[in-house]
């Protein structure tokens, strides 16, 4: 019995390792200019800068298509966040602009990339619903309130599937406590807005 065999398979099996463990290092650090435009997205969509929202989530659409290139099976774990950043921008924007949110196809994302994304969408909606609130636009606010609802509705039971898609019920529980924080508001403003029409009829 000799070890003739196991140099060159050692050999093999390291030179493999080394590019998995290289591509992996190369995902990771170039990853993070994707995040940070797909944040610089979201930001300028709630300052009203859709131009600059929609020209930052182009960007990061065309690094992420070059990068998924570098994305073995096995490396494509490291690509969930940067396309759950990827979604959460592109369904606020479609969510604004009043049009259909993407489906994961069209967006060409992971299923756990595009879960996670609509997830933390829910909370970037409470922020719209206030900022529509604070500039008197009951109406508006109200839209988007019942799209973050109904899309909370439609996720609530992926809670189910947290040992597959990582943090889904933690999301899923601070998803519930938004949307009733948000329906309160909502409520409140609505009885406060009926209550000045009110006065306003009886001063006449």
């Known amino acids: 019995m000799t070890l003739k065999n196991v140099k060159p398979s050692l050999n093999k099996i390291a030179k493999d390792l080394g590019d998995t ?49 570098k994305a073995t099976e096995g490396l494509k774990r490291y690509l969930i966040t940067p396309e759950q950043e990827f979604v959460e921008a592109a369904c606020l924007i479609a969510i604004v602009e009043r049009k259909e949110i993407p489906s994961d196809k069209k967006l060409a994302v992971m299923p756990e990339s595009y879960v996670l994304g609509l997830l ?57 406590i938004l949307v009733d924080d948000v329906r309160s508001v909502i409520t409140e403003e609505k009885r406060r807005t009926e209550l000045i029409k009110i006065l306003q009829r009886l001063e006449r």
């Open 120 to 176: 933390d969408c829910v909370g970037e909606l409470k922020r719209q619903v206030f900022d529509k609130i604070r500039i008197d636009k009951i109406d508006e606010a109200t839209r988007i309130f019942e799209v973050m609802e109904n899309l909370y509705l439609q996720l609530y039971t992926f809670s189910m599937y947290d040992k597959v898609v990582k943090e889904a019920r933690r999301k899923i529980d601070v998803n519930r």
């Open 21 to 69: 463990q290289d591509a992996r290092e190369f995902l990771l650090k170039n990853t993070r200019e994707i995040v940070i435009l797909c944040s610089k997205s979201i930001i300028a969509v709630h300052k009203g800068d859709l131009k600059t929202g929609k020209n930052n989530l182009k960007q990061a659409e065309i690094l992420l298509k070059k990068y998924k290139k």
